[in-house]
C-alpha cells in the first residue's frame, strides 16, 4: 500500500476524488484494496468472497454490491417473522431484535442494505431508552432498512409518522396549542440543515406543521382536529403547510445535501479529517437534485478517493465491525443474541445510541477498558467452548486452505484479516503467536494489533 | 493380522471376557464378597430385561434422534471400537448382540469405594464364550505388544487360590467359578478374594444395607445402594444442600433436601414391564419439624389429579402453606427482609389480613395444578402457552372466598393502571357463568390489538377467578376454568379419597406436549438459531429430534411421599415403542 499524507485532505482535487477509479500501477487493483471495499460497503468477509472480489476488479464489484440480489426479498420476509417472533408489543426487551438484527448482518444477501441501516440509526439515533418498547425500535428498524438505499425524502416522511423516532424527540405529543418542538428540531438540526442554520423561529414554524401527530398507546396517530392548518414559512420558505412540506423545503436548502454527504463521508471516507465544502460539493450537488442514496454511493464506492490513502484505514472499526469482521472471515454463525450483549459493553448497543447525533465513534470507541474487552471478545468468538460455542473453526478453515504448518497459517491469517498488509514487525508478533494446531491464538495475536481495529 | 488395542478399550474387552476355564459352581451371591467400605453399589438382577430393553429397535430411533447420540457414534475411537467389535465377532464366529445376552446374562454388581475405588462382578452364563474371548485378547494384546516391540504387561499370580491377571499392572481381575471379577486395584481384588475366603466383614451383613433391600424388594430388574452415613459428614455435600436451599425448591420439594441429611441410606429400585420404565428412590430420612408441611397424617396425603380436555400436566401436592410460611425464619433466615417486604404487599391485597394466618392458614393442605393446551376463538397469538390453573381447597368459603375475590380484583386494578402509565392496552373485566357458575374473567380486546391475524402473546391470557363452594380456582383463561368447573362438579358428585402418604404427584402427557411444541415450531426454531449461532437447517433437525423424542414418549409421571416409614420418590416413564 502506497502511503502519503492521508490528512491533507485540504488539498485534494474533487473531479480527481470523485471520479471512477481504474487500477493503474500505481495503484493497482489487489487483495488489500477487495478487503477495503468489502468491509466499507459491508461487514467483512472471508476468503472465497475476498477472491471473488478481487477477481471481479472494482467496477464489477461495486456493481455486484450495489444490486438488489433475486433472494433478499424472501430473505427479508423470513427474518421479519422471526423479529416478531422475538420481540412483543408489550415489552421493553429488545435483546432479540438486537440478536436478529446481527445475525442479518451476518446473513444478508445484500451486506450493503445492512450498513445503511446501521447508517441511518446512527444518524437518525431514535433509541430505545426512550420509545421503552421492543415492538417500536423493530419497526423503526424496518422503516431504515426499507428506505435504507432509496429515497431520503422518503425516509424522512416515514419518520415523521414513527413512534420510535418521535418518542426518542421527547414529541409524545403534539396539539395546536403548544406545538412540542422536538421532532422539528432534530429534522432541522439534525436531519437535514444541520446545526446554527435553522433559527429558533423555524423550528416553531416546523413544529405547527407537525401539530395534530400523536404517539399515544404506543401508536402514531394523526388527529385532524389538531392540524395547524394556517400558513408558515420555514428556512426562508413561506405557504407551507403540512410536515411533508416542511421536509421538502429542508432538503430544498443547500445545507441539507452537504450535512448528509458530509456525515456519509464519514462512514465510507474518513473520520480522521474532515472534508472541505468544496471536495463534498459534487457530491452534494448530484444528491440534492433527488436525494436517491444508491447513486450517491456508486459514486463514493468507485471513486479515486475511496481508493486511496485518504480512505484507506482512515476509520476505527466500531464494535460491531470488529466482531462481525472476524465472524465473517471465518465463514461462520454465532449465538447473536450474547453478542448484542456485548457490543452494548464494548459502547455500541444496537438501538440504544446513546445520543441523537448516534454514536460519538471514532477514537471514542477506544480506550484501555475497550481495547481489553475487544480483546477478551476476540477471544470469546474464537474459543472452541463457551457462550459463542465453539462455532468459529480457524484451524480447519487454514487448513481446508492448505495452511497447516505455522509460517503457512501465519500468512493465511494475516491475508485472510488484514489482506497481507501488516508491517514487519507486526508480522514477527503474529509469527511468534502461531504454532501448530494453535490458530485460535494467533488470531487472537492478530485481532489485538493496531491494524486489525481500523478499517 | 493385528487389532490396535487401546488400552480403555482393552479393559473393557477385559471386563466382559476374563474368564480362563469354567467350571459350573454354585457361588454365594456377589454382595456377599463385597467388603464393607463400600459407599455405593448397583446391582443388575435381571440384565436382560435391560438389554432387551436397550436393544429395541423403538428406543435405538429414539437415540439416535438426539444429536449427542449421533456425534458419539460418529466419533472416531466409536468407529475403532466397531471395527474392533467386528474382528472379534469373526474370531469368536458370533455376532455382538448373541455375545452380549450370553455375557451379561446372569447377574452384575458394581462398586465404587473410598478413593475412588472400583469393583465389578459379573455372573456369566457362558463362560466357554468368555473363556474364548479372554484367551483371544490376551492373544492379541501380546501380538500387539509384539510387533510395536514394547513389553508385554499381562501378568498373572495366585491369591487365595484363585488366577489373578492383570493387563496393565494397575487393574486386577479374576475368575471364580463363572463369575469375573474386575477391579481397579489390586487390594480391592484382594480384599474380595478375602471375602471368598470368609475373611473380612461383608456390606451385605451392615444393618442400613439390609435395611435399603427390605425396602426395596426382590422384583427389582437392577437396583442400588449408597451409604449416605459417610457421604454426609462431606463438606461439600452439605454446601450442595445448603446451595440448593430456597423457597421454590424447598415448597416444590417439601422440603426432601432436609429429608437428605438425616439419611443414612438411599436406595434407587429400577424397573422396567411393558414400555414403562419406572426408578424409585427411597431412604431412611425423615421430615423434620421445619418441613413438615408437606407430609400428611396417617390416612392423609394429596388429592387425586383433575382431569380436562387437552390436559398437558396436572400437579397435585399436599402442602400446608400456612405451616411453610411459618418456618420461614428457620427455612430461610437470609431471605427475612425479603419476604417481609413480600408480607407486607399481600396484606395490602388483603386488606390487612395476616397472611400467614388469616390468607394462607384458610386453604386446605390439598392443591392442584392443571395445565392444558388452548382452544382459540379464531385468530390463534403467534407463541401459543398453554392455559395454567391453580385449585385450592377453602378452609372457611363463606368468609374468604370473597376476600379472595377482592385482593383479585385489586391484582386486575393494579395491573391495568401499571399498563396504563406504560401506555400499554388494558383488560376488560367481566362476570360470564359456566354451568351456573358465575365467575369472574379479565381479557384483552381483540379490536385494540395491533395486528389481528399476528396476535402477541398476551392474548394466550384470559384470567380468570372462580368461586365454587370450597373451591376456589386462579386460572389464566376461561377456557380453562370452564373445564375445571366441570371437573370438579364431577368431583363434588363423587369426592375422592386422598392418595395416602403421598405429598406430590405429578403427570405429564408426552402427546400434548409434543403438539405444543409443533404448534410452536417456529418460534423455537428461530429462538434456537439466534441463541446458538446455528442455521435454520440445523435449528430445524434439532427440534425435529426434540419432537421425536416427545413423541417416543406416552407419558411421564412422579409421586413422592411416606410410604411404610420410608420416603419414596418414584419417576415412571412410559414410552411408545413398537
Redesign the interface.
Known sequence: MKRSNPNAHDTIDPAWAWSAYQPNGAQPWNLAWAGHLLRRAGFGAGWRQLQATLAAGPAKAVDGLLARPAGLAGFTRDFD??E???V???SEEID?LR??WL?RMLESPQPLEERLTLFWHHFIGASNVRA?NG?LMRKHVQVLRQHALGSYQELLVALSRDSATLLSCDDDEKATSSPNVGFARALLENYTVGPGVATPIDQREAARAFAGRYV????YREVPSQFDRAEKTVLGRSKLQTGEDVIAAALAHPATARNVVRRLYGWFISETAPPTDGLIEPLAESFRRDYQVLPLLRTILRSNLFYSPHAYRQRIKSPIEFALGLILAFD??????PLGADLLSLGQGLCTPPLLRGWEGGKGWINRFTLLARANLAAALVAADGR??G?LDPGSLAAAQGARSPEALSKFLIDLLLQGDLCEHSRQIVKAATTTNAARRAVEAVAVLPEYHLV | MFVKLPRVLLLVLALASAVSSARAEKLPPAIDWLPEQALAVIQVEQPKVILDAALNPGLQALLEATPEYRQALAAPQFVQFRAIVTYFEAKLGTDWRAAARKLLGGKLLLAAGPHNRVVLMLDTEDAELLGKLHSELVTTARADAAGKGREDKIKSADYQGVECWTFDGREAHAIVGNRLIMASHNEVLKAVLDLKANSGASLARSDFYKAAKAAVGDSAVAWAFANLSEVKQQPAFIEGLNRARNPAVTFLSAGLLDVARTSNWVAARIGYENGAARLTLLSDGRPGDDTGFAWAKSGDGAWPNLVVPRQLAGITLYRDLAGFYSQKDKLFPERTSGLVFFENMMEIFFSGRKLTDEVMGEAQPQIRLVAAAQKYDGAAPVVQVPALALVFRMKHPEQFSDVAEEAWQKGLGLLNFTRGQKALQGMIIDKPSHAGVTYSVAYFSKASAEDREHLPIRFNFRPALVKMGEYLVISSTDGLANDLIDALQKEKAAPPRPVSGVNTLLTLDAAQAAALVEVNRSALVADNMVKKGISRERANKEFDGVLMILKRLQSVSLSMGDKSQHTELTLEVKLNLP
Open positions: 417473522a422471526f416478531a417472533s422475538a412483543g408489543p408489550d432479540g440478536g436478529w445475525r421503552q415492538l399515544m398507546g404506543k401508536q461462520g454463525l454465532v449465538p447473536t443474541t459463542y460455542g462455532n
